[in-house]
Structures are given as C-alpha cells and as structure tokens.
C-alpha cells in the first residue's frame, strides 16, 4: 500500500516549457521580492532549473538559495515572477529590540518617542509582521540600515519616513492584536514609501497578498505634494488607517456600494479608538489649500459629525465621506458604553461579516456580539444609538431585547446567532503565485484582489473581478480623471 501525504501538483498539460529564463534576472526579482536591491550583501549559494506548478502549468523557473546579510532564503523565481519565497533559518518570535524614532502621533499635536520594536536582526526594519521598502520611483533614496537595531533619525533625514511608517505600523498592529487580532496570510507585510501613486504624490492605499507580485500584503504611500496633503508618511493615522483595511479585509472583500462605506468607516474608527481623537489625518492637511479634507486645513475626516443614514448630506457624498456616519455613529456609543468594550465588540462583529457585508449586516453582528460577549446589556444601547442616526430602515424587524429577531434580511447572507459559515475552500488544483503585476499601471476595467485604500474623498471606485473582489479609493485631486485597473492586476 503505497501512503501519500500532501498534495500532488495539479497540472493540466503535459507540453512542459524548455526555454529557461536568465538566471540572473530570476535571482534580481527574488531579490526584489525580500525587499532587496542588487546593490545588497548576498551571494548565490545554489541555483538549480525546476518547475513549479501554477495555474495548471509547470512553469520553468530557477530555484535559489540566496544568503542575504549573512542569512539564507529559497525562493522559485523566473525574470517575471517569485513563486515561492522561504526562509532557511529559525528564530524566535522576534530576535532583537530595535529602537525607532517617529513622533507618537504627528508632528502637529505630538513630540518625538522611541518605540522598542522586535526586529528579525538582519539590519533592516523588518519584523516578523512589517518590512519597509522606498518606493522604486524614488530616485536616490536608499534604505534605512543599522548594524544596533536603533534607528534614530531626526526629522529632517531622508530615512525619518521610512521609520516612521514602520513604527506606526508596528504600534497599530499591536493594538489590534490587544484587541485579539492574530495573523493570517503571508508575511511580512510590506510599507513602500515615496510613491506615485495614479499619478499623484497624494494618497496611499492598500494591497492584499494575491493582488501583489510578492504574494504578500503592501501599504504604498506618497510623500503628498504639500499643495494639497503633506506629511503622509509620518502621520500615524495614515497607515494606521491602512493596516485597518487588512485586518477588516479578512471578512469583508467587496469594494462597492455599502461594504466600501462600511470598510473606510470601520478603518476610521479604529484609528481614532486607538489615537483617542476624532480627527483623522491631523497633520497631513495643508493649510488654506481649497481640496482634500474634510475639515479644511485639519482634518481629512472627522468622527465628530452630525450625517443620518439617506439624509441629504449624506447623500452628497462619496463613499470614502459616506464612512463617516459609521465612525460617527460608534464614536456615539462611547459616551454610553465603556470605549474600550465598544472597540472589543466592533472588532469581534468583524467575524460576524460576510465577503459583501453591509451596513445592516454589521448593525446585527454588534448587537449579536454584544449578547455573546456582554449578555446583551448593551445592545439596545446600540439600536437606539442607530437609530439615532437614522438607521430605522435597516432595522424594521429587529427588536434589541429579543436576539432570535437579529438578522439581516437584504440578501441571502444572513447573519443569525450561529458563527460565521467556513468560508469555501480554494481549488486545491490552482496555486496562486503568478504575476499579479507592479502598480505602476492604472489603467483599465475590472481587477482581482483589490486595492483597498486610504484616505481622500475624491476615490475611485474599484470593481469586482471574478471570485475576488477589492477596495480602492486613492487621494485624488478634484480635477484628475478616476482610473480604473485594468485585467492584468496592474494598478
């Protein structure tokens, strides 16, 4: 009796290629992949042809083992693509203590601090979770290093943004895991700086893993033009707010209608639960410019506003704006419930959500997960706070008091008192690792894997594509023309 553990390569062709591409070219993009330049300390410790199985074809690529400041990675790249990527080492969580210098908050309202952060110890701000990487567009900027892990620049070096955003980050991630938040997919996620994004230095945005080349989540973010927004980089609540969107994209993929109101209201709220202020984006508005916040000159968007649900100021809006009556609305709830519990329950309703959650969907789980978590004590506290922003509609059959009647009823994705439906399982026979393409290109129709995005009121809605569906919504200015992405998954 022959056993099998794993899974055979699923190949739908027997015509394998024999033109192997440029072994050096396969070694650049893998570098590439680990945030590497060519100009790094690596040597080639093994290079070997293979194929790799993707999408039913056995692509031929080399398979490498690259030693890179001293430390060992396979990967499986061709000129095009990295497949697979490995480290050859083990540690612990995170081997040393790094020091990073950024201001708490911005360099409006906030001084400079130290944040101790575990690095992996290779010289770089990199950690289990993050790494950081200037933007390839950026002519002359170079990547922080240090031999002591302290990374300690003033504000006016060129390496005080890169940073920055990774102190940020590190600090958010930290919150939400406090909140119980645990990982899922690949890592590290990458925080690009210093890019152009749709033809703008004024917006940032996110990437999950299988809309990136590196099969790896990515923050990109401009530096802003300072006519319109400026520091982008070392504001916390920019990537702040964009780490947000990974974790709520965990359940929620669609990216139009109410699911992409709810996405930037839920990104928002959390950045200003954990800031303690209701003014997203403090420092990266600039003052008297006549385009881009909310609140002109302070803040992009603000948690302290009056809209109802279908009021006409509510209806002006787009949908980035619109996600204010979210944040609004729980903001609401702190002045009634312990802030911290109502941050507890919002983040647990996320399990609640379905890939096309929308606004009544979410309303239920809070009251749902307030029966788990709370005994139901609070949640016709949430109900009447929704109805006070004008959420009725949405609620007609539900009574707080009972919760067999806690159900969303717009579509067939109905949320009951049960957990979540397992979500379908992926066709064992397709790996997704091909080329989802760089960002340079945003030009187009549909996209798969979206970009799921930050900040202006001025966003591009992005579309669904086949079984994957994502977010986009850059900082665009009021006169530049919306971009699509187009079917290739360049954005």
């Known amino acids: 009796m022959t056993i099998l553990l794993g899974d055979l390569p699923a190949v739908e062709t027997e015509v394998f290629s024999t033109d192997w591409p440029d072994s050096s070219e396969s070694v650049q993009r893998s570098l590439a992949s680990l945030s590497q330049t060519s100009s790094s300390s690596f040597q080639v410790l093994k290079k070997e042809r293979c194929y790799f199985p993707n999408e039913g074809t056995l692509h031929p690529v080399w398979n490498l083992i690259l030693s890179i400041n001293s430390l060992p990675y396979e990967t499986w790249a061709d000129s095009e693509h990295t497949y697979k990527v490995s480290r050859l080492f083990f540690d612990l969580s995170e081997d040393v203590q790094g020091k990073v210098q950024a201001y708490e908050a911005n360099p409006k309202e906030s001084k400079l601090q130290t944040f101790l952060i575990g690095l992996i110890g290779d010289g770089t701000l990199t950690s289990q979770f993050f790494t950081t990487d200037p933007s390839p567009s950026s002519s002359g900027v170079s990547r922080a290093r240090s031999d002591t892990h302290e990374f300690i620049f003033s504000p006016d070096s060129e390496y005080f943004p890169e940073a920055s955003v990774f102190a940020h980050v590190s600090s958010m991630y930290d919150y939400f895991a406090s909140l119980g938040y645990t990982w899922e997919g690949g890592k590290p996620l990458t925080v690009r700086i210093h890019a152009t994004i749709n033809d703008t230095k004024n917006n940032a945005l996110y990437q999950p893993s299988d809309g990136t080349s590196l099969q790896r989540p990515i923050i990109i973010i401009g530096d802003g033009d300072n006519i319109v927004f400026q ?58 410019a006549d385009s881009g916040c909310y609140v002109a000159g302070q803040c992009l968007r603000t948690g302290d506003n009056p809209l109802v649900f279908q009021g006409d100021s509510y209806l002006k809006l787009d949908p980035h704006l619109k996600g204010q009556l979210i944040s609004g609305f729980l903001l609401d709830l702190h002045s009634k419930i312990e802030p911290r519990t109502v941050t507890k329950t919002v983040f647990s309703s996320l399990d609640l959500l379905v890939k096309n959650s929308g606004i009544e969907h979410f309303l239920v789980s809070l009251m749902l997960m307030d029966y788990k978590q709370n005994a139901g004590n609070s949640a016709c506290v949430i109900y009447e706070s929704a109805i006070m922003r004008g959420f009725k509609p949405l609620l007609k059959n539900v009574d707080c008091a009972d919760p067999q009647t806690l159900k969303a009823s717009r579509d067939a994705n109905t949320l009951t008192t049960e957990e979540k439906p397992e979500p379908q399982k992926k066709d064992p026979v397709k790996v997704r690792c091909g080329k ?42 009021k006169s530049s023309p919306p971009r699509l992405p187009p079917k290739n998954f360049r954005y």
């Open 231 to 288: 520091n982008l980089a070392i504001d916390s609540d920019v990537v702040s707010h964009e780490f947000g969107h990974h974790v709520i994209f965990r359940t929620v993929k669609e990216t139009t209608g109410e699911s992409l109101i709810l996405h930037e209201g839920l990104a928002d709220y959390f950045t200003f639960s954990k800031h303690g202020d209701t003014c997203l984006g403090e420092s990266i508005c600039v003052p008297d």
């Open 436 to 477: 989802i393409a760089g960002i340079a290109s945003h030009q187009g129709e549909d996209f798969s894997l979206a970009i799921l995005f930050l900040f202006f009121p001025l966003c591009v809605m992005a579309i669904a594509f086949g079984k994957k569906n994502f977010l986009r919504g850059p900082f665009l200015k």
